[in-house]
């Protein structure tokens, strides 16, 4: 016996490797999709998440909330959609256009203790850009509740 | 009338372009009729002075940028006369239109090079791919002509301009778009070769080696624009992270992947004459990638620390395009493939088979990128929105990443075609125990995750092992690709040892201090002396002005801002960073609390200097062997010269 393949079979074991290949790199994509996927919830929503998983957190930073505790780098705030409101704890720089009345979403998971713990505040930081989330939320008529609600 | 003029001759370009289209598709398709040798005859100078006519027009609108000429609607809203000339001059592609623009001139160009040039090829093939590439640039002109004209008139004209987004005011990302779109270029010129090729039956190594050169070049221009990018997003974004799985970075990513993959089996093809319907593939892939990578940018469909415009018709054109030149380009292939002949064998244990594994592995980790930035929108159908970040892909992406960089350490050393794993023994013993070594040590000295401990240990086996296919040969001798290849793959194990130390033993301290306050981090000192306003030509900051020694060394001093530019209006960071020989400090200022307090954000990184130098590395790396590729074709060329010459004598 040769040891190199026919040329007709050696074509077909480098197709047969290369699709198995890609259909193992697709299966194990979309199930690892599904486990690390972070998901997006509005205030009204969290209640459904998962304590602990890595989640998104969207709405409206209500005025007179920030507060700034004794550490000078802890700040807690209130996140609202119109219907619920969110308590939040953030530790670190926050973006200069992180202000009281803005929208924001914050990285981060479920306490026990039903706070929700930002890892990262992503602010609308011009004029151009803004989470994808926040801008639909900019056209829904969520917004102008959530105004309506905090004055 | 200067910017009529740069729209005139987009226009004349545009029109060359379907010249080009339409007789270098009839004369490769009649090939010998007396008609198509007189169409043929027009193809190469139809590439030529399009290019030039492009270039003319992307000058004009430099000139329209640098003297400010606000009745432009383009310059109006994306300059301003305070900005810095340098500036003014960058932002004529610091926009979608005049990136649009500098993308078809650069193309262009290319095209005119090649028809300029390329002689090697049956001249059919030439045709058809100068066709091809005018059938490419024909969409880009129909999208810059009919949505997003850059010459575009304001009347009447304001009296100042918008300003560019402050965040592109710098020196680094003026260039960085450019970069990555000569590497999304090259791999449209390695399109049109693969179309050219599939169009005429001409699947040979000779087309494998006229290529090369391009796939080569905008491999380079993709290295150095990730690399370039990754370090932009360290230092601007002030976030201490240096690669974010963003959609613009895969963006730009999963071409890279594409054309490291396609750079390897073109290798394969042009040596061996093995591969062949595969090359083609990948060349269709490769394309494919840096449209749906151009797309993902400039459509702004998926929300991104980098996206800058939101457009939904643009991106609707894009995608036409896309599923026009892709979806042609796999109809092609399809209706072709089986007359691509097989080529050479060979066996498993051999630099082929090593090179299939490379790029089996290098097209999984594609896949998964690609599915990973697409997720988000496919779950946005069913109205469920998602983000998608490390924890998906850097585990994923490992499982194939890692055991590629294994298969990266002993291929090289593999003869083509055939060879016994008796042979290698010993090279592969060595880098074996050396990653064995490394994995014990590491794993005895400090607490890390299993990801950094298998990349530190694999990066230092894979370090030595790149230099492996030179010992027992003469350096002189060596030719300069094999230099290239060396070069390239020690870049790799460098860059990943950055990553793997970084990830495993940076610190972090995040306090609150008042000025006289010393903060410690890693073997670091920080002292606070002072924190004042300062103020640059179109910015006011505040700078905290900062005294740090290292281990007791001598005092550095450290400036790290807050800026609030005005026009538009936009904060950002300005981190200081101190480099060391193994490591850098990155420090960064925040806001002030009520009690007069400064919130300062210290990294100490160990290496992480290293993932840049590696990029580099690789960019090096492809430089080398591309000189070593366009030298060696050019004494060809010079040497077939003279014996014309010589035959020229004999016979007069």
Known sequence: MNTTIKPK?????????????????????????????????LPSEIGAAETGRDIRLGGMVEHGSIVTQEDGITIHFIVGDGEARQPVSFTG??????????????????????????SNLLAKHDENYMPRELAELDTDEVRAQIEATLQ | MIAEFGLVALWLAAALAGLQLLAGFLAARDGGSATAEGLALLVRPAAVVQAL???????????????????????????????????????????????????VTVMAASGGLIA????????????????????????????????????????????????LNPLLQDIGLAFHPPTLYFGYVGLSVAFSFVVGALLTRQVTPEFARVMRPWV?????????????????????????????????????????????????????????????????????????????????????????????????????????????????????????????????????????????????????????????????LLTEAFDVRVSVGPPYFNPVGAIFFLPMLAVLAVGPLLRWRKDSFA??????????????????????????????????????????????PMMGRSLRRLPLAVWGMVIAHFGVA??????????????????AANVGDVVEVGSWEARLDAVTPVSGPNWTAIEA???????????????????????????????????????????????????????????????????????????????LALIGRVATDVRRRVAAGKIAQRKAEEAS
């Open chain 1, 9 to 41: 079979h050696q074509r077909l074991v480098l197709l047969v490797v290369a699709v198995i290949a890609m259909i193992g790199a697709t299966l194990l994509a979309i199930v690892a999709l599904r486990d690390q996927a972070s998901y997006f919830y």
């Open chain 1, 93 to 118: 720089i926050a973006p200069a256009l992180f202000v009281e009345g803005s929208g924001v979403v914050a990285e981060g998971s479920m306490a026990a203790d039903g706070t929700f713990m930002a």
């Open chain 2, 53 to 103: 006519l492009c270039i003319a027009s992307f000058l004009t609108l430099i000139y329209l940028f640098a003297v400010t000429d606000l009745s432009v609607k383009l310059v109006a809203t994306s300059s301003h006369s305070d900005k810095p000339m340098i500036f003014k001059i960058a932002g004529a592609w610091g926009q979608h239109e005049g990136s649009m623009l500098l993308w």
């Open chain 2, 116 to 163: 300029l040039i390329e002689r090697r090829l049956p001249e059919r093939t030439m045709l058809a791919t100068l066709a091809a590439q005018a059938f490419v640039g024909l969409g880009f002109y129909a999208f810059l002509l009919f949505s997003s004209n850059p010459f575009e008139r304001l009347n009447p004209a304001p009296a100042e301009g918008a300003g």
């Open chain 2, 216 to 376: 080569l070049g905008a491999w380079i221009f993709l290295t150095i624009g990730i690399t370039a990018g990754s370090y932009w997003a360290y230092y601007e974004l002030g976030w201490g992270g240096w690669w974010f799985w963003d959609p613009v970075e895969n963006a730009s990513l999963m071409p890279w992947l594409a054309a490291t993959a396609l750079l390897h089996s073109a290798s394969v093809l042009a040596a061996r004459d093995a591969l062949r319907a595969w090359t083609v593939m990948l060349g269709v892939v490769a394309f494919s990638m840096s449209m749906v990578g151009t797309f993902l940018v400039r459509s702004g469909i998926l929300t991104s620390v980098h996206a800058f415009a939101v457009d939904p018709e643009r991106g609707s054109f894009i995608l036409a395009l896309l599923t026009l030149y892709i979806g042609g380009a796999l109809v092609l292939f399809a209706l072709r493939a089986n007359t691509v002949a097989e080529g050479e064998r060979f066996s498993i244990m051999s630099r082929e088979g090593a090179l299939v594994i490379n790029n089996v592995a290098l097209s999984a980790i594609l896949g998964i990128v690609l599915l990973g930035t697409l997720y988000p």
């Open chain 2, 423 to 468: 042979r290698i023994k010993l090279p592969v013993a060595i880098v074996g125990a050396v990653f064995v070594a490394v994995l014990v040590l590491v794993l005895a000295l400090a607490d890390i995750g299993i990801l950094p401990l298998l990349g530190l240990a694999l990066s230092v086996a894979v370090a030595i092992a790149s230099f492996q």
């Open chain 2, 494 to 511: 460098v860059a990943l040892f950055g990553m793997a130390s970084d990830t495993a033993f940076q610190q972090e301290r995040l306090v």
């Open chain 2, 545 to 623: 002005r900062m005294k740090l020694s290292y281990d007791g060394g001598a005092e550095r001093e450290a400036r790290p801002q807050a800026r609030s530019f005005w026009s538009p209006p936009q904060e950002t960071s300005e981190v200081a960073l101190l480099t060391r020989w193994n490591g850098q400090l990155y420090v960064a200022i925040g806001n002030q609390a009520q009690d007069g307090r400064w919130q300062l954000r210290l990294w100490w990184k160990p290496f992480v200097t290293f993932i840049w130098y590696g990029g580099l590395l690789i960019a090096l790396g492809g430089v």
